[in-house]
């Protein structure tokens, strides 16, 4: 069966430095990424889908960045955090017909 | 994708039935509608998918009217674990639009 793992879960920040959340996905091959912000109370913003290794379609201009060196590897980073990067940042796997969410991690910056 | 409607937030009591009414009057031929659940700190969990007149599973039924342009998601009998958000998407059949839009859903209140 499919597994979705993220890490780490909790991550706590100073503005200013940098960022790597990683994404992985066991169970199956040359899935869908996709990478969610959740700001407090506030829906999912999709930040960052991909279809295949180095394949990375952004749909919010921000400081952050997405890469997928692997198959089943999806990583969000950024160089400088910034106060409004704070939420809970979701990874998924799938497609529009269904996504997978995997466990989040919960940022602060401070 | 088509856009979705509903509303922000909604309570109810145990053990009544509650229905969540979503409106996409652009919906197109193809989409189909799915419902997601999330509770607070977890990731969104798929609940329900239709295209056209009701559909039924262990959680929920899915009411799709003729026209398509609405769809309501109904909980039987909820419990106070169903205090969640549920979202409403409408989207392409075969995928063609890899993207999913997740509108700011609706917060269910269960209350004893």
């Known amino acids: 069966s499919q597994t979705i793992h993220q890490w780490p879960a909790t991550l706590v920040q100073p503005v200013g430095s940098p960022l790597s959340l990683e994404c992985t996905v066991e169970?199956?091959?040359?899935?869908?990424l996709y990478w969610y912000r959740q700001a407090a109370g506030r829906g999912l913003q999709l930040l960052f889908y991909?279809?295949?290794?180095?394949?990375i379609s952004s749909e919010v201009p921000q400081n952050l960045s997405a890469s997928r060196p692997q198959d089943r590897q999806f990583i969000l980073s950024s160089k400088k955090l910034l106060l409004s990067d704070s939420g809970f940042y979701l990874c998924a796997w799938g497609s529009w017909k269904q996504q997978y969410f995997g466990p989040g991690t919960r940022l602060t910056v401070t | 994708l088509a856009k979705t409607t509903q509303p922000i937030s909604m309570d109810s009591y145990e053990g009544q039935e509650v229905n969540i009414t979503c409106s996409h009057n652009n919906i197109a031929t193809n989409d189909y509608i799915t419902w997601y659940q999330q509770f607070p700190s977890q990731g969104p969990r798929f609940i329900i998918q239709?295209?056209?007149t009701k559909v039924t599973n262990e959680v929920a039924s899915l009411f799709i009217p003729a026209d398509r342009k609405s769809s309501t998601l109904s909980l039987p009998r909820v419990s106070l674990s169903d205090t969640a958000v549920y979202y409403c998407l409408v989207g392409d059949v075969k995928g063609r639009d890899d993207k999913i839009i997740f509108g700011k859903g609706t917060r269910l209140h269960i209350l004893p």
């Open positions: 239709g295209y056209k």
């Open positions: 169970g199956t091959s040359n899935p869908n």
């Open positions: 991909s279809v295949g290794i180095g394949q």
